[in-house]
């Protein structure tokens, strides 16, 4: 039974922290014309003891920005140009829908974990 509970935690650990990467892919998605953003990036982290997956902290992706040619832009330097942003839109949807394939993997774990408790308890009643 403790190992069942167990799968429950680990299952729900790893539905947190995709769902938190999601959330930062999303927002990636969303400034990728915010002139001067820096693509946010989060790293994963198992904990030894309980074999739980959390997030580390939230990175900014320090790649040159991209030069954009826009000299009537408020922000053109005397050049003509102003940074826009370094999100690439095909990497990004490439890691929200690994995100979501992860997610919905431990979502499977999960759900397979909670019948067999339910299942277990049931007999038990018996």
Same mark, same amino acid.
């Given at each position: 039974?403790?190992?069942?509970?167990?799968s429950?935690?680990?299952?729900?650990?790893g539905?947190?922290?995709?769902?938190?990467?999601?959330?930062?892919?999303?927002?990636?998605?969303?400034?990728?014309?915010?002139?001067?953003?820096?693509?946010?990036?989060?790293?994963?982290?198992e904990?030894? /003891?309980?074999?739980? @997956?959390?997030?580390?902290?939230v990175?900014? %992706?320090?790649? !040159?920005? *991209?030069?954009? &040619?826009?000299?009537?832009?408020?922000?053109?330097?005397?050049?003509?140009?102003? /940074?826009?942003?370094? @999100?690439?839109?095909?990497?990004?949807?490439? %890691?929200?829908? !690994?995100? *979501?394939?992860? &997610?919905?993997?431990?979502?499977?774990m999960?759900?397979?974990?909670?019948?067999?408790?339910?299942?277990?308890?049931d007999?038990?009643?018996r």
């Amino acid at each position: 039974m403790a190992d069942l509970l167990q799968s429950l935690g680990l299952s729900a650990s790893g539905m947190r922290s995709q769902a938190l990467r999601l959330r930062h892919v999303s927002e990636n998605i969303a400034n990728a014309d915010t002139p001067g953003y820096h693509r946010k990036t989060v790293s994963f982290r198992e904990d030894p /003891d309980s074999g739980q @997956v959390s997030t580390g902290p939230v990175r900014l %992706d320090r790649s !040159e920005l *991209q030069k954009i &040619y826009a000299p009537g832009h408020p922000l053109a330097d005397e050049d003509g140009y102003y /940074d826009g942003s370094n @999100v690439d839109l095909v990497v990004e949807v490439a %890691d929200a829908r !690994e995100a *979501q394939r992860s &997610y919905e993997a431990n979502l499977r774990m999960f759900d397979q974990a909670r019948q067999m408790t339910q299942s277990l308890l049931d007999l038990l009643r018996r």
